[in-house]
Each structure stands twice: as structure tokens, then as C-alpha cells.
């Protein structure tokens, strides 16, 4: 009699701490899903960086299906991220100008700010918009028509506030080197933004990249 109603209190505790644990667990499954796609989301943005500093021209559909076979795991198609599909990428080349607008002469009105020397994307803009002004706000208008690989003109870089970058301050002023950067000195701005997933309703992640 006593046994029977141990095992009948067990089943009792059970069901009262049952629903904990399931919650437990799938709360669990959940952040660690989430967790995942940041950290692949994260992956592409250096992975891309790198790619860029080593003069790959994102203009290209070839080299644009290369990083959306990064994000398979995303759900990003094979043949290269449309303004529909789950994710977007923006590829700039920036670059600071000093008092003298790094030697310009004369010297330019974008003295002081970092500007836009390339500026590409690709992928569905909607999704989100990047953190510092790309694509360049001077597009397509301000595009070196001799060049491929969205260059601007260098006259705009120098001269058009709609090719500033905003919100920029991760490396500075420099005025001097500074952090490995100084003026003159190109750096490589990636932002990638990508859905997560079902589990968490199809939430939008972001990660940027400087290289």
C-alpha cells in the first residue's frame, strides 16, 4: 500500500514539475538556435570583409552567389541573394580625410569625415538598413562610370555630403594612426543582415564587420 502511493506521489511531482522542464528545454533549443545563426551571420560579415580587402568586385553576380552559398545555413539561395530573398549585404570601402583631405588640393569640403570610396549591395534592402549610410546616398548619380566595382567618383568622395558615412566612430579621427588606421588609409565596412529562423518568429540579426 505504501509503495503504491510513493509511486503515485512521484507521478504527481512529476506532472507538476513537468511543465518547467519542457519549458526548460525548449528554451533552450530556442537560444541556442538563435545563437547559431548570430554567430553564422557574424561569420559571413569577416568572411566577406576579408574577400573584400583582397580586391573581390561584389559587382559581380559570380562573386555575390559565392557569399550567399556562406549563408545555406540562413536559408540565402545558391544563386545569390535577390530583394526578396532572407538577407542582405553592405559592402563599402571608406576611408577618413584629414584637415587637408589627405593632401587634396584645394582642400575639400568632406574634410574631417569618413566617406564612401566604393559602396555595393546586394539582397533585400527591406529587411534592414545599414548603420552608416550605405548604400552611399549619392547613388547611382556619384558612380565612377569608368570602373566596375562601385567605385565613386573621386571628386565626390571629396566633395559630396551625400557620400559621408554616418554614425561612424569605431575607428576615430585619425588625424595620426590610430588603431592601425590613418588618413589615407582604406578601411572595409561589411554589414550583413539576415531572418533567423521559426523559432523566434523570424527576427532580423545584424553583424558588421572592419577589416
Known amino acids: 500500500m505504501r509503495k503504491g502511493r510513493k509511486q503515485g506521489g512521484a507521478t504527481i511531482e512529476f506532472a507538476l514539475v513537468s511543465p518547467f522542464l519542457v519549458s526548460l528545454i525548449i528554451g533552450t533549443m530556442m537560444y541556442g538556435t538563435q545563437l547559431i545563426k548570430e554567430l553564422q ?7 566577406t570583409a576579408s574577400m573584400t580587402a583582397r580586391g573581390t568586385n561584389f559587382q559581380l553576380s559570380a562573386n555575390q552567389q559565392l557569399v550567399a552559398r556562406l549563408g545555406q545555413e540562413l536559408n540565402w539561395p545558391d544563386s545569390g541573394l535577390t530583394s526578396t530573398s532572407p538577407g542582405v549585404i553592405y559592402i563599402s570601402t571608406i576611408e577618413y580625410l584629414d584637415a587637408t583631405c589627405n593632401g587634396a588640393n584645394p582642400v575639400c569640403s568632406n574634410a574631417g569625415h ?3 570610396l566604393r559602396s555595393t549591395y546586394f539582397g533585400n534592402t527591406t529587411l534592414r538598413s545599414s548603420n552608416f549610410g550605405a548604400p552611399a546616398a549619392c547613388l547611382p548619380g556619384c558612380l565612377d562610370s569608368n570602373l566596375t566595382d562601385g567605385s565613386l567618383n573621386t571628386t565626390d568622395s571629396l566633395t559630396n555630403a551625400n557620400a559621408q558615412v554616418s554614425n561612424f566612430t569605431y575607428l576615430g579621427t585619425p588625424s595620426s594612426q590610430v588603431n592601425g588606421f590613418q588618413p589615407g588609409q582604406p578601411a572595409f565596412l561589411i554589414e550583413v543582415a539576415a531572418t533567423t529562423g521559426g523559432w523566434n518568429g523570424g527576427t532580423v540579426g545584424y ?3 572592419i577589416f
Open 41 to 47: 551571420i557574424q561569420q559571413i560579415a569577416r568572411d
Open 114 to 116: 569618413w566617406v564612401f
Open 207 to 209: 553583424a558588421f564587420s
